[in-house]
């Protein structure tokens, strides 16, 4: 089944504490992209990815760093996590957008709900 | 700064209205705008446009793109309590080639549609 996963699902964490925040899709997507979730914000983009070892920075990229080794997996990393990182993280791909039909339909992850006190 | 404004925020209707829900950008080097709809989960996708002027359609939603006026716009006819959700609009930049790489999104349109 073509699927995004991310692990984990839900991650409660104190101030400080360095996590990382897994994203993996079986797809063979060349587009990678992570976003946050907020109460009357929409979706931001954290971090986008074209292809492999080729990441940019989205609207909201304090704070958080990303690598892209490998063409299936695009981790979040937090190293030093605060309070106003809480909230709703979707992991997104899509093969290269726009290069044939339907190719820019982005599949997203299920979420990760993370609160950091 | 990139911006994208949808409108309204908020929305209540009825089953059987037909509503629009609007999005206007100020951006730097627009590629696509992109719809999703967003239910209780992860956002799915409605519509990619590039081009104005050329209304994209699926079942009862359409969507349409003025790259002039900078804005599109996505109707729902017909309303059914199953269209209540959160819609967003997406503008992607920067693509080297492709229809985009960053993607900035607005706030949303909470609908919600009584029976």
């Known amino acids: 089944e073509a699927q995004v996963t991310q692990n984990p699902r839900y991650l409660i964490t104190v101030t400080g504490k360095k996590l990382t925040v897994t994203c993996s899709q079986n797809?063979?997507?060349?587009?990678m992209s992570w976003y946050r979730q907020d109460p009357g914000l929409g979706l931001r983009q954290i971090y986008y990815s074209m292809n492999v070892e080729v990441t940019d920075k989205g609207d909201v990229p304090e704070g958080y760093k990303v690598s892209r080794k490998e063409k299936r997996n695009f981790p979040l990393i937090l190293e030093s996590p605060s309070p106003n990182q809480t909230s709703l993280y979707f992991c997104?791909?899509?093969?290269?957008?726009?290069?044939?039909?339907?190719?820019?339909?982005?599949?997203f992850g299920p979420g990760t709900r993370l609160t950091v006190t | 700064e990139d911006k994208v404004v949808q409108s309204p925020l908020s929305l209540v209707v009825h089953e059987g209205d037909t509503v629009t829900l609007n999005c206007s950008y100020e951006v730097t080097n627009f590629r696509s705008l992109l719809w999703y709809k967003q239910e209780k989960k992860a956002p799915t996708f409605l519509f990619m446009l590039?081009?104005?002027?050329i209304e994209k359609k699926s079942g009862r939603l359409s969507s349409i793109l003025d790259k002039k006026e900078l804005f599109s716009i996505l109707n729902i006819t017909a309303t059914q309590t199953g269209d209540s959700a959160i819609y967003l609009c997406?503008?992607?930049?920067?693509?080297?080639?492709?229809?985009?790489?960053?993607?900035?999104f607005g706030q949303g349109t909470i609908l919600t549609v009584h029976p």
């Open positions: 997104a791909s899509s093969s290269s957008p726009g290069r044939g039909r339907k190719s820019y339909e982005q599949y």
């Open positions: 997406a503008v992607g930049l920067n693509a080297g080639g492709t229809s985009y790489g960053k993607l900035t």
């Open positions: 797809m063979n997507h060349e587009y």
């Open positions: 590039t081009s104005s002027g």
